[in-house]
């Protein structure tokens, strides 16, 4: 049973909902992943935010541009965290969208990560998860501490080769 639900409103938004899910998985949190468009299909769209809690989701990471109501909708519907991911676009750079996820109403709140921030709506959904699960949240500490190894590493490099070097050879 899928414990994150991953919704975008276009298969031209699954380069950036694919990094949310490359992070679930990578710390072993189940989801399953969907295209609906709540304007051309809100019946459906209907369907699946209205039944998301009774197939088990905890979560909803929902990825939209422009207009941009997936996530608001599905938090007006789905009584559990929503996550918005803001696509970029090109009229308007993804600023369109972002307005569009973090500015709603009160009571119906959606939690939104940089525009196209795909990665961090997957690390945000696992932490909400962690709250109640401990093997998850060691997950989470270890890919924190892998993180810090990792600039830990390049500052040494750098210190080792020079900045110059550094730049020639990255």
């Known amino acids: 049973m899928a414990q994150v639900g991953i919704v975008m409103g276009s298969d031209s938004d699954m380069p950036v909902m694919a990094k949310a899910a490359d ?43 422009m207009a941009a109501h997936l996530p608001g909708m599905c938090a007006a519907i789905f009584p559990m965290p929503v996550i918005g991911i803001p ?23 959606v939690a939104t990560v940089a525009i196209n921030g795909g990665a961090n709506a997957g690390l945000l959904a696992a932490k909400i998860l962690a709250t109640s699960d401990k093997a998850l949240l060691d997950k989470l500490k270890a890919y924190s501490q892998s993180l810090k190894e990792q600039v830990e590493k390049k500052d040494a490099r750098l210190k080792e080769i020079g900045y110059k070097e550094y730049l020639n050879n990255k």
Do not use: C, N, W
């Not at 295209?35 to 699946?48: C, K, L, T, W």
């Not at 970029?88 to 750079?93: A, F, K, M, P």
């Open 87 to 109: 696509m970029h676009t090109t009229s308007l750079g993804g600023r369109d969208s972002l307005y569009s996820i973090v500015q709603m109403p009160s009571g119906i709140p």
């Open 23 to 65: 992070i679930l998985e990578e710390l072993g949190v189940s989801y399953e992943m969907t295209i609906i468009s709540a304007h051309r299909e809100p019946d459906v769209f209907f369907e699946y935010a209205k039944s998301a809690e009774e197939k088990g989701y905890k979560v909803i990471i929902a990825g939209a541009g």
